[in-house]
């Protein structure tokens, strides 16, 4: 069956760069589009990026300076990178295929 | 960007009784292609967003046909006939027509 998971650091510091993998079984990626979606605590979704079934990417324009999403497809993964992080950066980030949304792996920035 | 505003911020339904949502976006959610890519995703506290509804009005497998989505344009809305106590959450409409693509504020279903 579909399913996303995500991993990553856990805590990443102030300034520093974030690197997450999203981990898919069940469907190909080139077949299907993944999107990364975030959430401060106690706050909405935020749609960061996207990577298309070709390769191509789109990104939210107030990430885009920052963010980059990649994958490979041999191993079935996506990677989101994001540098210069900050406070307002921590959240619980999801990566998703339409209706399947993996588990969310909370990010901590702080020193 | 397109702003997704939802209406209400929230709302407390007895089991049984029924419940509304309303999404509006800035500008027209009609794609290219004519098709309207706005879904409906419920959030159950603590867990992983669930999507609900998507292209304003298809049900996903598995989700009770006591949800129902409608609308167009700029104006759609989320509706239970019946809700139930598993209803409960945050619900979010999502754009997906318009890059980058826009959530709503969420709406806090509570069971009165």
């Known amino acids: 069956q579909v399913q996303l998971k995500e991993s990553g650091p856990g805590l990443v510091q102030p300034s520093q760069t974030l690197s997450l993998t999203c981990t898919v079984s069940g469907f190909s990626l080139t077949s299907y589009n993944v999107h990364w979606v975030r959430q401060p605590p106690g706050k909405g979704l935020e749609w960061m990026g996207v990577i298309w079934s070709g390769g191509n990417t789109d990104y939210n324009s107030a990430l885009k300076p920052r963010l980059s999403i990649s994958r490979d497809t041999s191993k079935s993964q996506v990677f989101l990178t994001m540098n210069s992080l900050q406070t307002e950066d921590t959240g619980i980030y999801y990566c998703?295929?339409?209706?399947?949304w993996g588990q969310g792996t909370l990010v901590t920035v702080s020193s | 960007d397109v702003v997704m505003t939802q209406t209400p911020v929230s709302l407390s339904v007895a089991i049984g009784q029924p419940a509304s949502i309303s999404c509006k976006s800035s500008?027209?959610?009609?794609?290219?292609?004519?098709?309207?890519?706005l879904n409906w995703l419920l959030q159950r506290p603590g867990q992983s967003p669930k999507r609900l509804i998507y292209?304003?009005?298809k049900l996903d497998s598995g989700i009770p046909d006591r949800f129902s989505g409608s609308g167009s344009e700029t104006d759609f809305t989320l509706k239970i006939s019946r809700v139930e106590a598993d209803d409960l959450g945050v619900y979010y409409c999502?754009?997906?027509?318009?890059?980058?693509?826009?959530f709503g504020s969420g709406t806090k279903l509570e069971i009165k």
């Open positions: 292209l304003v009005s």
């Open positions: 998703n295929r339409g209706a399947y």
């Open positions: 999502l754009q997906g027509t318009h890059f980058p693509h826009t």
């Open positions: 500008q027209s959610l009609v794609g290219t292609s004519g098709k309207t890519y």
